[in-house]
Nanobody, 129 residues
Framework: QVQLVESGGGSVQAGGSLRLSCAVS????????MGWFRQVPGAEREGVAS???????DYGYSVKGRFTISKDHAKNTLYLQMNSLKAEDTAMYYC???????????????????????WGQGIMVTVSS
């Protein structure tokens, strides 16, 4: 059974940093597309960053240059380093994984998030201005 568990959220002042973690267990596929997403009440879930098993990454326009996605293979953990946080980054953050995206990981993350099979429970990030 695949499980994703996020941690590292919380409250921070604008300009500060947080690192989100997503611990993955039970994932035995040889390929993966992994992503970070965020959602505020009343809005669609938004893709934040993508990472595939080839090491290719992509970022949403609003976070490019401030956020970094990475994966520690030994720990089976996905990270999202968030720097220069802004009030508009306040949201519930989710990680997700799926083996089926192929070369379209970025498309899945930024356009077709409902394709992802495995999701974490979400973690709140609050940035105060």
């Amino acid at each position: 059974q695949v499980q994703l568990v996020e941690s590292g959220g919380g409250s921070v002042q604008a300009g500060g940093s947080l690192r989100l973690s997503c611990a993955v267990s039970g994932y035995t596929y040889s390929t993966y597309c992994m992503g970070w997403f965020r959602q505020v009440p009343g809005a669609e879930r938004e893709g934040v960053a993508s990472l595939d098993n080839f090491g290719r990454t992509d970022y949403g326009y609003s976070v490019k240059g401030r956020f970094t996605i990475s994966k520690d293979h030994a720990k089976n953990t996905l990270y999202l380093q968030m720097n220069s946080l802004k009030a508009e980054d306040t949201a519930m953050y989710y990680c997700a994984a799926d083996p089926g995206a192929g070369d379209n990981c970025d498309v899945w993350v930024f356009r077709h998030y409902n394709q992802f099979e495995y999701w974490g429970q979400g973690i709140m990030v609050t940035v105060s201005s």
